[in-house]
Each structure stands twice: as C-alpha cells, then as structure tokens.
C-alpha cells in the first residue's frame, strides 16, 4: 500500500513488511519513464525476551536465570546485571555460589544477526546474608566419663539468631547452649544443630560417644557370726573393665582391691560391723 509523490521518500520505522519491490513513474507533463529497485533485506527485530530464575537467596547458593533459545547465524544474549554487562551466546545466566555483590536486577537483549530485542523483563536477585556454620561442641561433666553426669552442647554463634538441636534418644532442642543432665549412654551419637537467622540457615554436627554404663549394683555375701580366729571370705561376682577397683567399706575404713572378694583371716572382734561394696 506504499505509495508517494516526493521524489526521495523516507520510510522511518521500516520492518520486513517494507521490503519488496519499488517503482517509481516520473513525468514531465507530457512523457513519463519508469523504473523499479527491489529491497529484502530488513530483519524483523526479535521477540522480546522472558527470563525467569529470579527470587531471595543464600550466600553460596546457585543462582539460575532462565530465557527461551533464540536461533540465528549469530546470537548472543546480553544480560544487564548489578555487576555490568555480560555477553553470552547462549540462553541462561548462571551465579555459583552467588554472593552479596550479585544483588540486584537482572534483564536480557538477545542480539540476532545485527537486530537487537527490547529489553526483557526486571529479574531481582535477592542474596540474604549467610550465618557462621556453628561448629558444634559436647563436652562432658565427669573426667571418667561415667553415666550420670552432665552433657553440655554449645555452638557458636549470634544468640539472637535460632537453634534447633536434634540427637540420639528422640533428642531436640531450641537453646543455642542446651544442657542435658543425669545422662546415659542412651546420649551417645551424633548431634545436628541448624542455625538460622530468619532467611538463610548454616548446619553443623558433633559425636559424643564416650559416656559411660554405670556398673551394676554388685551383691556381696559371706557375712555372719564367728569367732575370734576364724576366717572370713566376703564374696562378689568379678566384673571386666580395663581398669576395675572394688572398694570395700568396712569397720576400719575403706580398702581399694583390685580382684574380687574380700578375706579377713584371722577375724578380730575390730572386725566386727557392716562391709559394702562399690
């Protein structure tokens, strides 16, 4: 539907619509002559981008920023970021591990053979500050590590953040320090804590195993009535340990052993009174 009478015609905004052939009729008032060029070069511009990928984030997470492929002798994807620009040459845009500096919106000119798109879609990269991973500690109340004491977890950390423990015999906690006292051996595994400071979380891990059964309660016989001289033979049944002590409380004080059984020939009237065993 093109038509003109200026002698130069201009045609702003041209699309591929334009292209064709052109003729064109002059005339001095009586005779005309005609001639035509044709043009089919212009290239329709690219569709305009769509990205995806964009959301709230954690200091080291991956980052994915998404666009439709394009196809063409030459594509390249310039993608506008807090950081400046970045040309690639195919659809995607990938952070790992994205960091605070990555903040800020993203968008995307997909160039095809020389035509450039309009600009795509704001996609905003949100990257929330991680917290300290914690760094777990379990300490124990008793050197000997015998069952019955104290058991003090703690990890490191800002206390205004969240802590939540989890462990072995159905074990949970939200104290950043939890204390868990008159422990067994039931208590030995391992213990997760996950901090959190309401957008981003950090996990860390400890294994206590080193407390200890308490020996069952021994029983000892061989006590009754008998006469100066006679000789008497305390019994209890052995126990196996790499270090065992039986300690006898007696009339005359306490007296360490290292075996089993407790022999006192000849009795005195000194030994008489109550005997107990630990």
Do not use: K
């Not at 005609?34 to 212009?42: H, K, Q, R």
């Not at 994205?98 to 997909?110: F, K, Q, R, W």
């Not at 004080?253 to 008489?272: E, K, Q, R, W, Y």
């Amino acid at each position: 539907g093109f038509v003109s009478s200026q002698q130069n015609p201009v045609l702003p905004n041209a699309t591929p619509a334009n292209n064709g052939s052109y003729s064109v009729t002059v005339s001095n008032g009586n005779c005309t002559a005609t001639g035509s060029v044709t043009f089919t070069d212009i290239t329709a511009q690219p569709a305009t981008p769509q990205i995806s990928g964009g959301g709230t984030f954690c200091e080291g997470d991956a980052v994915q920023l998404t666009s439709s492929n394009y196809s063409g002798a030459n594509v390249d994807y310039i993608w506008t970021t807090p950081n400046g620009l970045d040309t690639l040459t195919s659809a995607g845009f990938a952070i790992n591990p994205v960091t605070a500096s990555d903040s800020g919106d993203y968008s995307l000119v997909v160039v095809v053979n020389g035509c450039a798109s309009l600009a795509s879609n704001t996609e905003l990269v949100d990257v929330q500050a991680q917290p300290m991973a914690p760094a777990p500690v379990a300490t124990y109340g008793d050197p000997n590590n015998c069952e019955g004491d104290t058991l003090f977890l703690t990890a490191t950390g800002d206390p205004s953040y969240s802590y939540n423990w989890t462990g072995p015999n159905g074990f949970v906690s939200t104290q950043q320090n939890p204390v868990l006292p008159n422990a067994t051996p039931a208590n030995n595994g391992s213990y997760s804590v996950t901090v959190s400071n309401g957008n981003c979380t950090a996990t860390g891990s400890v294994t206590f195993t080193d407390i200890t059964a308490q020996p069952v309660t021994p029983q000892i016989s061989g006590g009754g009535t008998f006469c100066e001289g006679d000789a008497v033979q305390m019994t209890s049944s052995n126990y196996s340990g790499a270090n065992v002590n039986y300690i006898w409380s007696t009339p005359n004080g306490l007296d360490t052993l290292t075996s089993a059984g407790f022999a006192i020939n000849p009795v005195t009237a000194a030994d008489s009174g109550d005997y107990s065993l630990v």
